[in-house]
């Protein structure tokens, strides 16, 4: 069992930055892959970025290449979501997932946070 909890969310304007944080309990943390999901107001969750389980490996949505960024330290048991030039269509609610399978597997991840409320505004 894999406990995760988001934090970091919260209020920002057009352009500015956030980074959202989600510490995971339990020892195997270095053996799961780890990514980042968000659901807006109205619509379907939807994939935002994924890393491996060593970090050597990274996918992002289209909708956020070139200005998020995940990344993960396997010593705090932790992986971050950098995102700069945050824009209102970002606005939603943002959860973390882990999946034991493998990168290739964060289409349907094993455990999921809370999630954290994102607020971009114009």
């Known amino acids: 069992q894999v406990q995760l909890a988001e934090s970091g969310g919260g209020l920002a304007q057009a352009g500015d930055s956030l980074r959202l944080s989600c510490a995971a309990s339990?020892?195997?943390?270095?053996?799961?892959?780890m990514g980042w999901y968000r659901q807006a107001p109205g619509k379907e969750r939807e994939f935002v970025a994924a890393i491996s389980a060593a970090g050597s490996i990274k996918r992002y949505a289209d909708s956020v290449k070139g200005r998020f960024t995940i990344s993960r330290d396997n010593a705090k048991n932790t992986v971050y979501l950098q995102m700069n030039s945050l824009k209102p269509e970002d606005t939603a609610v943002y959860y973390c997932?882990?999946?034991?399978?493998?990168?290739?597997?964060?289409?349907?991840?094993?455990?999921w946070g809370q999630g954290t409320q994102v607020t971009v505004s114009s």
């Open positions: 997932a882990s999946s034991s399978r493998g990168i290739a597997t964060m289409n349907q991840p094993d455990y």
């Open positions: 339990g020892r195997t943390f270095g053996s799961y892959a």
